[in-house]
């Protein structure tokens, strides 16, 4: 019995430390991206360089699916960290033109080798205006930062 209170006890504290961050995303993804018509989709590009994203703004609108290709055009290796933002989209995949593709309800953040690219495949399920940033240390502050619109 103090076994169980101690197990519970320590997911409690867990779910209070990361926010139990899980529980906010798109439950209903997958019926989402099953139901979307993807013959309609569009496709934008976001190049990554030292330090920057291109563009930094974005607009998305709820329901329709997009591809998002995610460029590095640097010399090292960046990240496309949106926390906030992969809780507003039902996913679909993250495909690599040369190595395959990843199917998973949900991501964080993607890193993109210097010379390469990601595509991201989702439905915009929630408006708002979302973070997007480097999680490199230091690139940030240099500028690696932008916004996505959901409308
Ligand atoms: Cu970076």
């Not at 209070?16 to 993807?38: E, F, S």
């Amino acid at each position: 019995m103090n076994l169980i209170r101690g197990v519970m006890a320590s997911m409690v504290m867990v779910c209070g430390l990361i926010g139990c961050a899980y529980v906010d995303y798109v439950k209903d993804a997958a019926q989402r991206v099953k139901a979307a018509d993807w013959s309609k989709m569009e496709t934008v590009s976001i190049n990554q360089t030292e330090f920057a994203f291109s563009p930094n703004e974005f607009v998305f609108r709820v329901g329709m699916p997009y591809k998002l290709e995610i460029i590095n055009k640097g010399t090292t290796k960046h990240y496309f960290t949106a926390e906030e933002f992969f809780k507003a989209i039902a996913t679909r995949k993250v495909q690599s033109n040369t190595d395959g593709e990843i199917k998973a309800p949900y991501f964080t953040a993607l890193e993109v080798f210097p010379g390469r690219s990601l595509e991201l495949y989702f439905i915009p399920a929630k408006k708002g205006s979302y973070n997007l940033r480097c999680t490199i240390e230091g690139h940030a502050e240099k500028g690696m930062v932008g916004r996505i619109v959901i409308e």
